[in-house]
């Protein structure tokens, strides 16, 4: 990695909660000593999202009428289904664990100084993901509910997933329901 300058300094510095903090953990040598096992990572990857994609293809199918929700046993298999296909494909792309931690970011400046820490109900993530890990990493780690592009649905397999998940679908030339999505993420 490059060494930082005085700018990026300050701006890691002002905006500390989003900044990217376990780039010591990559170390060359990981990569040359799972080089020769690039294939058959490549093949557990995604045979494990095509498995998973078959996996909800059927379950919709059984579920029935797309309208009506998913009962807690349902959302329970939907849960442990993607989880365990975010934790294999992680590890087929070398991923061999991942750290969850939770920096204190003092937010009273921008929500009041009564403001105070709660963390009972699920937060919201919002990541303008660099690659595809990001959506693996959040799968694995976090209940699996995404607000995706309108396209997403039409992918085969990853469609069928999202709408099993409960992903909100968003055209993102239509304004009007831009406005309608944020009171759907707020009850999640």
Not at 23 to 39: C, E, S, V
Not at 42 to 53: E, H, K
């Amino acid at each position: 990695m490059k060494p930082k300058n005085q700018e990026e300094v300050e701006r890691d510095k002002k905006y500390a909660s989003f900044c990217k903090t376990d780039f010591h953990l990559i170390r060359r040598w990981g990569f040359y000593l799972t080089a020769p096992f690039f294939i058959p990572r490549v093949i557990l990857g995604w045979g494990a999202a095509f498995t998973n994609g078959i996996f909800f293809t059927v379950f919709c199918f059984i579920h029935g009428d797309s309208n009506k929700p998913f009962n807690d046993f349902e959302k329970w298999i939907i849960r442990v289904s993607t989880c365990i296909t975010g934790r294999v494909a992680l590890f087929a792309s070398s991923c061999l664990w991942v750290n969850e931690s939770r920096p204190w970011v003092c937010y009273k400046k921008y929500l009041g100084e009564n403001w105070t820490p709660k963390y009972e109900n699920p937060g919201s993530v919002v990541s303008n993901h660099g690659s595809w890990m990001d959506i693996l990493v959040h799968m694995y780690r976090q209940p699996p509910s995404h607000v995706a592009k309108a396209g997403v649905r039409k992918i085969p397999g990853v469609g069928k997933i999202a709408e099993a998940v409960g992903c909100l679908f968003l055209d993102r030339g239509d304004k009007d329901q831009k406005k309608d999505i944020v009171p759907k993420i707020s009850q999640r």
